[in-house]
């Protein structure tokens, strides 16, 4: 005869986390990617979080720690340089808050902005996007300014002119009003990722005011006194 439990045993989960931030990383990745067209290369296999930035194709690396003394070798990792930036976007006229690698921010120096670096047309250049850097050349390819760049330079190489297709997050062809819907519902994300990073700025500078305010002495050492006025311990 099996034994049930009379009364329901509830869990409790000591987490301060959003849902929606706790969710793991594929179930996030599907959910930002429903409906973008697909990403010929598909997500990273190997460094997840290369999925929500532009990482430029790196990821973790791991070696050996050697001593110079007795040549023993220890096992370490070198974590790619990611910083979290606010990068000018011309054709959505705003800032854009992105997870972005020390290369690739060179890169988009150099290129002359984050659009041109997202609209690269090369392969390295896709493959490097990443599915970040993907789902951010859809939004900016949907921009009425990027449409006119590239019907002005069709124009300047003699070819007819393409009939206006409006692609949606699904990867097909919609109307002008649900590619509207589309995109401010892609904008409201961006805007949310905003939010939560600056809360998570403004926690950061908090804490580090408190660990000052700990009050006066905190972590000051204390003057040694000479041997002839330390007290004496009678044993």
């Given at each position: ?5 009379p ?9 301060t ?5 706790a ?6 990745l ?5 409906a ?11 460094y997840?979080q ?9 990821r ?5 720690k050697?001593s110079?003394?007795n040549?023993i070798?220890?096992?370490r990792?070198?974590?790619?340089n ?5 990068l ?5 006229n ?13 890169t988009?120096?150099k290129?002359g902005?984050l659009?041109?670096?997202l ?20 939004r ?8 006119e760049?590239?019907?002005?330079q069709?124009?300047e190489?003699?070819?007819p002119?393409?009939?206006?297709e409006r ?7 919609v109307?002008g ?23 998570e700025?403004?926690?950061d ?6 660990d000052?305010?700990l ?10 006194q ?10």
């Amino acid at each position: 005869m099996a034994f049930r439990c009379p009364f329901r045993i509830v869990r409790r989960t000591f987490t301060t986390s959003n849902q929606q931030q706790a969710r793991s990383a594929a179930s996030r990745l599907d959910h930002i990617h429903k409906a973008i067209p697909a990403y010929h290369y598909g997500p990273s296999p190997w460094y997840k979080q290369s999925n929500f930035g532009l990482y430029g194709s790196t990821r973790i690396q791991f070696g050996n720690k050697v001593s110079e003394k007795n040549e023993i070798k220890t096992r370490r990792k070198w974590r790619p340089n990611i910083r979290s930036k606010r990068l000018w976007s011309e054709s959505l006229n705003r800032f854009i808050r992105v997870k972005v690698h020390a290369r690739v921010l060179r890169t988009i120096d150099k290129v002359g902005g984050l659009d041109e670096y997202l609209l690269g047309d090369k392969a390295a250049r896709i493959k490097d996007l990443g599915m970040g850097g993907w789902a951010l050349r859809w939004r900016i390819m949907s921009t009425d300014a990027v449409r006119e760049r590239f019907r002005k330079q069709r124009a300047e190489m003699g070819l007819p002119a393409l009939e206006e297709e409006r692609i949606g997050r699904h990867g097909h062809v919609v109307s002008g009003e649900t590619l509207k819907g589309e995109i401010k519902e892609y904008d409201r994300e961006l805007e949310d990722e905003e939010q939560r990073a600056e809360r998570e700025d403004v926690e950061d500078v908090q804490e580090g005011d408190e660990d000052e305010n700990l009050g006066p002495g905190f972590m000051e050492e204390e003057p040694v006194q000479p041997a002839d006025e330390r007290p004496r311990v009678n044993m």
